[in-house]
């Protein structure tokens, strides 16, 4: 069984940083791409960033780039996310989710998702 | 990346048949078939009901079917049930800018 367990979250004051992490199981982590996508509270689902299966390619969305870092630890099977430079605008839940597509490709399909962890930045 | 273009709210009775719309350019859902939808209960995360356009994952009811034509994407659920209650969201691959995804703003279905 597939399972994705996001961590890592709480509560920053702006300009500050995070990591978030997310744990997978059930199946073989570095066969396959990974998403996070957010959703602030009471609105919709926004994608954040990918990364390939061996991590060499990531991609991010334009209102996180040059502030959020994905990375992934295939020995620990665990994705991250850095999260430098936080605004008021980055608070919402953080969901970790895989690709549906084996091999590592990217296609930002995404048929697991975690609960999500919930990132709140207020001074 | 501008998120795709979803109405706000379609409703339905039970037994009746609905169809979301999802409004991308040539750079998304015009260009790549990797076009998908999800369905996300209050407090839930979401569920993948539908991908590459028209493919349904195991486990999701034939009730459920996508299609596109040109730059639109749409979702339709026949036979409505009380549980199809939910938010639906369409996504797509993007090469706009830079590579990855997008989502659409998100539909409220209310089954009266």
């Known amino acids: 069984e597939v399972q994705l367990l996001e961590s890592g979250g709480g509560l920053v004051q702006p300009g500050g940083s995070l990591r978030l992490s997310c744990a997978a199981s059930?199946?073989?982590?570095?066969?396959?791409?990974m998403s996070w996508v957010r959703q602030a509270p009471g609105k919709g689902l926004e994608w954040v960033s990918v990364?390939?299966?061996?991590?060499?390619?990531?991609y991010y969305a334009d209102s996180v780039k040059g502030r959020f870092t994905i990375s992934r630890d295939n020995s620990k099977n665990t994705l991250y996310l850095q999260m430098n430079s936080l605004r008021a605008e980055d608070t919402a839940i953080y969901y970790c989710?895989?690709?549906?597509?084996?091999?590592?490709?990217?296609?930002?399909?995404?048929?697991?998702w975690g609960q999500g962890t919930l990132v709140t930045v207020s001074s | 990346q501008s998120a795709l273009t979803q109405p706000a709210s379609v409703s339905g009775s039970p037994g009746q048949s609905i169809t979301i719309s999802c409004t991308g350019t040539?750079?998304?859902?015009?260009?790549?078939?990797?076009v998908s939808w999800y369905q996300q209960h209050p407090g839930k995360a979401p569920k993948l009901m539908i991908s590459?356009?028209?493919n349904r994952p195991s486990g999701v009811s034939n009730r459920f079917s996508g299609s596109k034509s040109g730059n639109t994407a749409s979702l339709t659920i026949s036979g409505l049930q009380a549980e199809d209650e939910a938010d639906y969201y369409c996504?797509?691959?993007?090469?706009?800018?830079?590579?990855?995804?997008?989502f659409g703003g998100g539909t409220k279905l209310t089954v009266l």
């Open positions: 040539s750079s998304d859902v015009g260009a790549y078939n990797y």
């Open positions: 590459d356009v028209s």
């Open positions: 996504s797509s691959y993007t090469s706009s800018n830079t590579l990855g995804g997008v």
């Open positions: 990364i390939s299966g061996s991590g060499g390619s990531t």
């Open positions: 059930g199946f073989t982590f570095s066969s396959y791409a």
């Open positions: 989710a895989k690709e549906i597509t084996f091999g590592g490709i990217i296609v930002i399909t995404l048929d697991y």
